[in-house]
Each structure stands twice: as structure tokens, then as C-alpha cells.
């Protein structure tokens, strides 16, 4: 409630007196993560009729484009760079908080998963990324930079008194995290497998199977949001859960137009019960 409170207050009246203290971000954090509330809905909206013009929609732009690998390394290391900045800045104020083996597990979780994807994944296990449009570098840049500053900053504001129902809440969100950083590796690795293993080298995309993409198109995106659920519910607050939201709205219309792509693509190979995204429903 407090992070609704917190949400709306700013948007709706501009007073932050009624945030509880122990939440109260400063004014601009506040204004922050309603302005991020706010294209979070304008994503969802924007990518059920516009496809981001990067992987295997990237030939769409006739603009500039971004050589994958690069691009790649450059936007999601944002996500850790100013993650790490802000909280390094403001950890007098987390060591002296009372929920800090919380708020560093926490943190460990945030930089696991943008260490692998903003080194570990490009560097590494990644055969070939294809390049993006400069617009869409762009908005990736812009939103890893805020979003790391604000996880940051809502880990250490928001520090409660530690009690056996949060103990619980955030063993249940770290266990749905793992799940989901598990799987997210394993369907990554399988699109890594299929194209690495491939012998026709005319061919880039062919038809991923086993694991979580017996039951959807996007096993990696279906992942991917299941990890930053785990998260928000883990941390239970404002910024994570707007993250979360964001993540939905940017991955669930894109796994969409993916899923149409493989009808289209591959006709009479994608089993009738595979969905998109979401097992059995969409
Ligand atoms: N949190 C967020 O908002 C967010 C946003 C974007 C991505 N991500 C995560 O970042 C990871 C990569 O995202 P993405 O959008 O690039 O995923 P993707 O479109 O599924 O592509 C992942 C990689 O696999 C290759 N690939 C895709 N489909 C293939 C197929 N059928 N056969 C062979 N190779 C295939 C792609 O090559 P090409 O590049 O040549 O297409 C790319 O290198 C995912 O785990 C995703 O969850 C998170």
C-alpha cells in the first residue's frame, strides 16, 4: 500500500506528507518512479503496435544501427554501473538501517543477474547478436541507467523492521528469482545451442524445443519476468515492482509478435498448445 501511496501521491497531488518514513524517498525519486509508472504503461501500449527494431526485427530499420554485441554490453552494464554508484554512495545509510543482510542479499541478486547479462552473456555464451536501431540503444541505455539508480536507492530507503513474516516473503521471493534466473539461463542457452550447432549456415533462427518452450514461443522472456517477480517480491518495493511491471509490458508484446513469427516462419512446425508467453493462456 505504501508503495501505491507513494506511487499516486506525486502523480495525483504532489504532497509526499502522508508516505510513511520509513519508504520516503526524496521528491525526485518519487517524481522518478511515477514518471517510470508512467511509460511503463506507454511501453505496453506502444509495443502492441510497434515492434523495437532489434534481433530478428532488426532489419526493419534503415536508420544506424548499433553492432549487437556492443550495443548490448554497453546498455545492460548501465543497469549495474549506476546500481552500484547509488548504493556505494548511500551505504552509510544501509549499514546503519536494520534490514541489511536483506537489502544485500538483495543487491547480490540484482548484480548476479546484470553482471551475466551485461558481460558474462555477450562475452561468452553468445554466438552472434544481431545489431539494433540507435533509438532503441538508446531508450535501453536510458531505462538500464534509471532503473539501476532507483533499485539502488528504494533498497536502502525502504528498510523495515525484520520479522518473521518478511523473513518468509523474501525466502519465497528469492526461491521464485532462482527459478526463474535458471530457467532464463537454460532457454538462453538454447537458442545459443541451436544456432551454434547448426550446419546450414544460410539459416539464422530455427525452431527452439525442451524446457519451458514445450509451452511457449518466449521460454527466455517467460523467465526473464518470473526473475524480476521474484525480485519484487523480495524486496518489496516501489522500484522493483515498477520493474517488474516495465519488464511485462516490454517482453509480453514483443514474445506476441515472436510467437506470430514462428507461425509464419515455420508453418506446421510449432506444436498447437505452445502459446507466446504465458503457459496454456497466452
Ligand atoms: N528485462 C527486460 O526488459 C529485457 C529486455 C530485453 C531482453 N531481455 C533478456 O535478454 C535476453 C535476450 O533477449 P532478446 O530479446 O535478444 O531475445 P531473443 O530475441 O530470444 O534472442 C536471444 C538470442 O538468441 C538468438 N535467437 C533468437 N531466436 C533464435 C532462434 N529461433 N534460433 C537461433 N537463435 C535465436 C538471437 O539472435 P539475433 O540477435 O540474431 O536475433 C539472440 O542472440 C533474454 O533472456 C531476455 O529475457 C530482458
Known amino acids: 500500500m505504501s508503495c501505491l501511496r507513494t506511487l499516486y501521491g506525486p502523480l495525483l497531488s504532489l504532497d509526499f506528507s502522508h508516505v510513511e518514513k520509513n519508504t520516503l524517498c526524496e521528491p525526485f525519486d518519487q517524481k522518478l518512479i511515477a514518471g ?26 534503415k536508420l544506424f544501427k548499433v553492432p549487437g554485441k556492443f550495443g548490448w554490453i554497453v546498455q545492460e552494464s548501465m543497469s549495474w554501473i549506476f546500481f552500484l554508484f547509488t548504493f556505494i554512495k548511500y551505504s552509510d545509510t544501509l549499514l546503519h538501517g536494520s534490514h541489511t543482510t536483506r537489502n544485500l542479499l538483495t543487491a547480490v541478486m540484482y548484480l548476479t543477474h546484470y ?15 544481431s545489431g539494433q536501431s540507435f ?14 539508480y532507483q533499485n539502488a536507492k528504494w533498497l536502502i530507503y525502504s528498510q523495515n523492521e525484520p520479522t518473521f ?21 537454460k532457454s538462453d542457452q538454447t537458442l545459443i545451442d541451436l544456432r551454434n550447432n547448426n550446419k546450414d549456415k544460410t539459416q539464422k533462427y530455427f525452431v ?9 514461443s518466449s521460454a527466455n522472456y517467460l523467465s526473464e519476468i518470473i526473475e524480476w517477480i521474484g525480485f519484487a517480491i523480495a524486496t518489496n518495493h516501489c522500484a522493483s515492482i515498477m520493474f517488474a ?16 513469427w514462428y507461425l509464419e516462419k515455420f508453418p506446421g512446425k510449432i506444436p498447437k498448445h505452445r502459446k507466446a508467453v504465458i503457459p496454456y493462456i497466452l
Request: proline residues 4%.
Open 36 to 61: 517510470f509508472f508512467l511509460t511503463g504503461v506507454a511501453t505496453l501500449f506502444a509495443s502492441i503496435f510497434i515492434i523495437a527494431p532489434y534481433g530478428r526485427f532488426g532489419e526493419m530499420t
Open 115 to 129: 553482471f551475466h547479462r551485461s558481460l558474462v552473456y555477450p562475452l561468452f555464451r553468445a554466438h552472434s547478436i
Open 135 to 148: 533509438y532503441t540503444f538508446l531508450s535501453a541505455v536510458l531505462f538500464c541507467a534509471v532503473n539501476g
Open 165 to 185: 513474516h518478511s523473513t518468509i516473503i523474501m525466502v519465497v521471493g528469492f526461491s521464485i528469482w532462482l527459478f526463474g534466473f535458471y530457467f532464463n539461463y
Open 208 to 216: 527452439p524445443t525442451g524446457g519451458l518452450y514445450n509451452y511457449v
Open 245 to 260: 511491471f516495465w519488464t511485462a509490458s516490454n517482453l509480453i508484446p514483443r514474445a506476441v509478435s515472436i510467437h506470430n
